[in-house]
Every structure is written in structure tokens, then in C-alpha cells.
């Protein structure tokens, strides 16, 4: 996710269970071939000094999971020749962006500008793939279309003649935002349509709703954004549910708390104590929509700038924090 997901994230994000593999920020490509160092800046695991030490070829976070990079544009000839950079450099998959709603990005074209014409997201998707052949698998991401969801099905089906090897869809057009509901059932028409595998994406926040969304769409694997930022513990949740049908208890304030304070330590080396701050306040604001605890410490330490004080507040028993108003704890 732009702005929000870099390579420590995802190291801490899939320390914990549930992940098969993550897709870095979308690298947009406009009419250039883009230098190895704009691959790296988004997909840090791609640096030779970052592969395993045994594992050359892998792509992977450090606990071994998959790191897929995604590529936005629109001129198929440029993410051609930017695909065949990639597979220089090692990737092991190419994600399509057709999803992004950012004004800035459809406005030169990019992202879900693209679902008002599902030829052009054919052509874009048959260029990446030639552009790698059979080395490493091209995926796609759309929505369900711009304006409206009349293209839904026609786009999907281009994702797939083109050669995408997954669909990811995100149940909502790009004018719908992030605005809920996300339309599960469009999911399932979808699928039934494509005979590639269909992944299904957005608002899936807690277990019940990926019991919801999976009975929606049919899809038993799905695509989380967000959540996995406001609940690191989702993933394992959906992941021992699928296993054994059992429940796994929510994720506490402490294991919340306990990952934010490796995040910060590991960004300190690299960045100043007011920037970690900043970073640290990103991540608590999306988990205290989904946590009662984090909710309050959110409260209590917006105002601070200071990282040893802000690190001391994450940690502080209740008590020791300033007095805001209680907020309940939020159920899965
Ligand atoms: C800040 C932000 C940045 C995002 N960046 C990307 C991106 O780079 N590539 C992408 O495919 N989706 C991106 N998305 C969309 C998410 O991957 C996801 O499709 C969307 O948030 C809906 O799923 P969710 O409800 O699980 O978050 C972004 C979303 C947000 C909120």
C-alpha cells in the first residue's frame, strides 16, 4: 500500500502467521524504463543484499514470505520493457495495478482509468506477460470499474485473455473510494465468469467478516489492506479458522504494542525521531479504529513528538496515561 506499507512492515507483518505473500507498492511507470534503484526504493527485498543468505533467487521477506512487486501505468510498451527490468533484477512476480482512485494517478491515466476501456487492460496485461513469459506469474488488481460496475465482467475477462494469472478484485468502483459497503456478491459473478483464480478484496476487517465475504463471493482466499495494519493478528485468525474451524482469541494491546515498538526501532536507524513519530501515529491511527486500547493510547499521545516519550506512552500501564474518555473495546 502507497505510503504506508515498506519493506519493515512487511518484515513485522509477516513474522506473524496467515500471510502467502505480500505486493509491494505500485512503481509507476509512464513512458521510461526505470533504473534498478526505483525497484529497490519499493521493493527492498529485490536488492541482492537483501535475498536470504542461501536463498539467492527468493524474493522473500526475512520469515520467508514472497514479495510480488506491482506495476501502474498505462502504456503497454513501457511496462513491457519495465517488466523485463524486473525479471532482470530478480522479481519472482508482477502484480497490475488497475485499482488505484488517487485523482493525481487516473488523471494521467493510471490505475482504474483504465476499467473504462477493458481492451486497454487487456493490451496492458498481454504485453507484461509476453514481456516475462512463462518465468514468473503476471497478476492483476481492478475494481469493480470506474464510474459504475457495468464492465466489471468485461474487464475481469481481460485481466484473463490478457494472461493474468490471478484476479485480485476490490468490490467497490474506483468513485465508490473506500466508502463501505464493498459489493462481496459482484465477487462471485466475477468468478464464476474467469476460470483464473479470483481473490477477493476490501473490508475485510475482522473473522466475521471473511465468513461473510467468503459465503458472498465464494473465494476462499482474500486480499487484506488495511486490517492487516489495524489487526496484525487477522491473518493468523483467518488462517487457523480455515485449518480447524476454531477461533483464535483477539489480538491483544500488547501484541499491538509490542510490534509498533519493533517498527520504530527499526526506523530510527534510518530516519529521525520526529519522522518515526509520524510513521508510529500513521500505524496507531489505523489500528484504533479496531481496538479500544490503541483507541486511547491514540488519544493520549497524538500531540507528542518525541519518540522516547512516544514509546513510553505505548507501553505505560492505563493508569499512567493522561485521562481522555474511555472507549470501549471494539469486538472481532
Ligand atoms: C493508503 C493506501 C494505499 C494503497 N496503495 C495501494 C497500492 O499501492 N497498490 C494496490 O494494489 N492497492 C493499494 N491500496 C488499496 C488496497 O490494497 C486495498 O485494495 C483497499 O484498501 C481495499 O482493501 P481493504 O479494505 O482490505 O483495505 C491502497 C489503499 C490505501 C488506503
Known amino acids: 500500500m502507497e505510503g504506508v506499507i515498506d519493506a519493515v512492515t512487511r518484515d513485522l507483518l509477516t513474522r506473524e502467521e496467515g500471510l502467502d505473500w505480500t505486493v509491494t507498492e505500485f512503481v509507476r511507470v509512464v513512458d521510461t524504463r526505470l533504473p534498478p534503484r526505483v525497484f529497490y526504493k519499493h521493493c527492498l527485498e529485490l536488492h541482492p543484499e537483501a535475498r536470504r543468505a542461501g536463498a539467492q533467487d527468493a524474493v522473500t521477506t526475512p520469515s520467508g514470505v514472497p514479495v510480488h512487486l506491482q506495476l501502474l501505468g498505462s502504456d503497454p510498451a513501457a511496462l513491457a520493457a519495465n517488466a523485463r527490468q524486473a525479471l532482470r533484477l530478480g522479481a519472482i512476480g508482477l502484480d497490475l495495478n488497475f485499482g488505484c482512485p488517487a485523482k493525481t494517478v487516473n488523471r ?24 516475462v513469459g512463462d518465468q514468473i506469474p503476471v497478476t ?58 479470483v481473490i477477493a478484496n476490501g473490508d475485510i476487517w475482522t473473522l466475521a467478516d471473511y465468513w461473510k465475504a ?7 482466499d482474500v486480499m487484506l489492506g488495511r ?15 480455515q485449518r480447524c474451524g476454531e477461533q483464535l482469541p483477539a489480538t491483544t494491546w500488547r501484541h499491538r504494542a509490542a510490534i509498533l515498538d519493533a517498527y520504530a526501532h527499526r526506523q530510527r536507524a534510518t530516519l529521525p525521531d520526529k519522522v518515526v513519530v509520524a510513521l508510529l501515529k500513521q500505524w496507531l ?13 491514540f488519544q493520549a499521545l497524538r500531540r507528542e513528538t518525541r519518540l522516547t516519550p512516544f514509546l513510553a506512552g505505548l507501553h505505560a500501564e492505563p493508569g499512567g496515561l493522561a485521562p481522555s474518555t474511555a472507549i470501549p473495546a471494539l469486538a472481532d
Not at 489487526?231 to 487457523?240: V, Y
Not at 491511527?285 to 493510547?297: H, L, S, T
Open 227 to 241: 486490517a492487516v495494519l489495524a489487526d496484525p493478528g487477522l491473518p493468523a485468525r483467518i488462517r487457523h479458522w
Open 214 to 220: 467468503r459465503s458472498l463471493s465464494g473465494c476462499e
Open 108 to 131: 494521467h491515466d493510471g490505475g482504474a482509468s483504465l476499467l473504462r476501456d477493458p481492451r486497454r487492460v487487456q493490451r496492458v496485461v498481454s504485453a507484461v506477460s509476453e514481456a
Open 140 to 197: 492483476a488488481k481492478i475494481r469493480l470499474g470506474f464510474a459504475d460496475r457495468r464492465l466489471a465482467l468485461a474487464c475481469a475477462q481481460a485481466a484473463e485473455d490478457g494472461g493474468a494469472r490471478h484476479l485480485v478484485v476490490h468490490a467497490r468502483t474506483r468513485n465508490e473510494g473506500y466508502r463501505p459497503p464493498a459489493h462481496w456478491e459482484w465477487i462471485a459473478r466475477i468468478r464464476h465468469h474467469l476460470t483464473i483464480p
Open 285 to 297: 491511527n489505523q489500528m484504533r479504529g479496531r481496538d479500544g486500547e490503541a483507541a486511547r493510547r
